[in-house]
Nanobody, 126 residues
Framework: QVQLVESGGGLVQPGGSLRLSCAAS????????IGWFRQAPGKEREGVSS????????YFLDSVKGRFTISRDNAKNTVYLQMNSLKPEDTGVYYC???????????????????WGLGTQVTVSS
């Protein structure tokens, strides 16, 4: 059974950092693409970043480039999203999602992904 569990969210001041974790079970990362998405109140869920299992190729939303990094630990079957220089507009519920590598063409499009976690809240506020 595929399961994704996010953790690491919280309240942080502007300019601060958080590291989100996405622990996967029921499959191995090397055959899947893992994406991070976020949803602010009243807004559509948007793709933030992704990392491809077979080749490690990454993608980022333009507004987070240079501030966010994505990485994976295959031994722990976990993907991380390191978020630095956080801004109030980064606030939202952050979700990780998984899709079979090779079936995903648009890595930051939510409809490409098959499995989702329940999300973790990130609030950037002074």
């Amino acid at each position: 059974q595929v399961q994704l569990v996010e953790s690491g969210g919280g309240l942080v001041q502007p300019g601060g950092s958080l590291r989100l974790s996405c622990a996967a079970s029921g499959f191995t990362l090397d055959r899947y693409v893992i994406g991070w998405f976020r949803q602010a109140p009243g807004k559509e869920r948007e793709g933030v970043s992704s990392i491809s299992g077979p080749d490690g190729v990454t993608y980022f939303l333009d507004s987070v480039k240079g501030r966010f990094t994505i990485s994976r630990d295959n031994a722990k079957n976990t993907v991380y999203l390191q978020m630095n220089s956080l801004k109030p507009e980064d606030t939202g519920v952050y979700y990780c999602a998984a899709g079979v590598a090779g079936s995903i063409t648009l890595h930051l499009l939510r409809y490409e992904y098959d499995y989702w976690g329940l999300g973790t809240q990130v609030t950037v506020s002074s």
